[in-house]
């Protein structure tokens, strides 16, 4: 699991503001799976009105090409988002997220999972995403513009919403380096780069090195 501060800009994260109060919604359990439509009391926007669609692409291009996204995901594709509302008195109960989504060309295996935070943490009581992991339960409650990406595996929930409301855009990555140790070996190549380069001129034998090794280790574990 991992949290990228600030992935939307003052400017991105007002106009995302705006949309929302625009938005029509509907019952969420319409896009929940079997299992997850008997726990699973919110609301999603409908993302097919003009609004709808403007926000999403947005929302889902400045995710795209964070540099902290790609280099830990290392995304092959995304699901469809979501913007979910939570008012005071809903909740998502414990659940797996779907194994396999979309259809044709657009299906996908669901590796990780991301929660875009739209609302301020003080606008709402209650409404942490909670993570189940071997060792502990992770509640997850950030500040507006800021995500957390976490395993697609992992059982976990939005605890009730006591007061306010809570927005989130959300959505599913297949990355394409499949194995989980795999991608955190990259992420920390990823990382010593970013440091060497501020010790080690361009081109450099170092830095020459390490983008070697890291193409390499791409080039053997990718699925494409």
Do not use: C
Request: net charge neutral.
């Amino acid at each position: 699991m991992i949290v990228v501060e600030n992935v939307l800009s003052p400017e991105v994260l007002s106009e995302a503001t705006k949309a929302l109060a625009e938005l029509r919604w509907e019952d969420g359990r319409k896009t929940a799976g079997a299992t997850a439509r008997r726990v699973k009391q919110n609301q999603q926007a409908d993302l097919t009105s003009r609004t709808g669609t403007k926000a999403r692409d947005m929302l889902l291009d400045t995710v795209k090409r964070h540099p902290v996204v790609e280099a830990y995901a290392r995304p092959l594709k995304f699901a469809p988002p979501l913007i979910s509302r939570t008012g005071a008195g809903d909740t998502y109960g414990l659940h797996i997220d779907n194994p396999v989504m979309g259809k044709g060309d657009a299906r996908l295996r669901t590796d990780l999972s991301f929660t875009l935070f739209l609302s301020p943490p003080e606008a709402y009581e209650g409404g942490e995403l909670e993570i189940e992991t071997v060792f502990r339960t992770e509640s997850v409650k950030l500040p507006a513009g800021s995500m957390v990406i976490y395993p697609s595996t992992e059982l976990h929930r939005v605890a009730p919403v006591i007061s306010g409301e809570r927005y989130v855009f959300v959505s599913w990555i297949q990355s394409a380096i499949r194995d989980a140790t795999q991608r955190a070996i990259l992420f920390d190549i990823a990382n010593l780069k970013v440091g060497l380069a501020r010790a080690f001129p361009a081109g450099s034998a170092e830095l020459l090195t390490l983008a070697k090794t890291e193409a390499n280790l791409i080039r053997m574990w990718a699925d494409a």
